[in-house]
T-cell receptor, first 113, second 112 residues
Framework: DAGVTQSPTHLIKTRGQQVTLRCSPKSGHDTVSWYQQALGQGPQFIFQYYEEEERQRGNFPDRFSGHQFPNYSSELNVNALLLGDSALYLC????????????FGEGSRLTVL | SQQGEEDPQALSIQEGENATMNCSYKTSINNLQWYRQNSGRGLVHLILIRSNEREKHSGRLRVTLDTSKKSSSLLITASRAADTASYFCATDAINSGYALNFGKGTSLLVTP
């Protein structure tokens, strides 16, 4: 039973560039949430996707956007990268969007130079 | 914003000792969860306690919840070196929709 998989694991970008991160949820899960974790901090909620729609959004600018595909996989896009976007981006999957247990991937570590 | 605040920020103990971490939060919740994270990798769910529960056990883990004080504690008994990790509490706050609010975490070091 495959867990949550994320790609890439590490990437380096420069300011102003754009990045796309990918996530495949745990088998049987239909909901994907994205979190940003800065160094030394706890994860911060970016948004959640369910039935291919953004169901809820956290306090992040419009430079952060996402998508969910019919197979429930998801992408996180960040435009016009800033130094402050450097962080670990975590994808979490769940069933039906409940706020019970979340299953996290290993994350994508983004460094913006 | 992060609703949960863990205490202490860092904890160092020896194998076999018990480790206690505390979490305080600000608003009413549906449930509170504890997660573990090894070296900046993915988070692993440990335990969930609902707002109408006061105590829950899972293996060597014991979680308590005091909604009147808006606080929770995680006790790890008979700690092992493999328990070395960061531990986060996450609240499912009423009116926060589907977002979990994480604290900054407690960094636990268990030495042999």
């Amino acid at each position: 039973d495959a867990g949550v998989t994320q790609s890439p694991t590490h990437l380096i970008k420069t300011r102003g560039q754009q990045v796309t991160l990918r996530c495949s949820p745990k088998s049987g899960h239909d909901t994907v949430s994205w979190y940003q974790q800065a160094l030394g901090q706890g994860p911060q909620f970016i948004f959640q996707y369910y039935e291919e729609e953004e169901r809820q959004r956290g306090n992040f600018p419009d430079r952060f956007s996402g998508h969910q595909f019919p197979n429930y996989s998801s992408e996180l896009n960040v435009n016009a990268l800033l130094l402050g976007d450097s962080a670990l981006y975590l994808c979490a999957s769940s069933l039906g969007g409940s706020t019970g247990e979340l299953f996290f991937g290993e994350g994508s570590r983004l460094t913006v130079l | 914003s992060q609703q949960g605040e863990e205490d202490p920020q860092a904890l160092s103990i020896q194998e076999g000792e018990n480790a206690t971490m505390n979490c305080s939060y600000k608003t009413s919740i549906n449930n509170l969860q504890w997660y573990r994270q090894n070296s900046g990798r993915g988070l692993v769910h440990l335990i969930l306690i609902r707002s109408n529960e006061r105590e829950k056990h899972s293996g060597r883990l014991r979680v308590t919840l005091d909604t009147s004080k808006k606080s929770s504690s995680l006790l790890i008994t008979a700690s092992r070196a493999a328990d070395t990790a960061s531990y986060f509490c996450a609240t499912d706050a009423i009116n926060s929709g589907y977002a979990l609010n994480f604290g900054k975490g407690t960094s636990l070091l268990v030495t042999p």
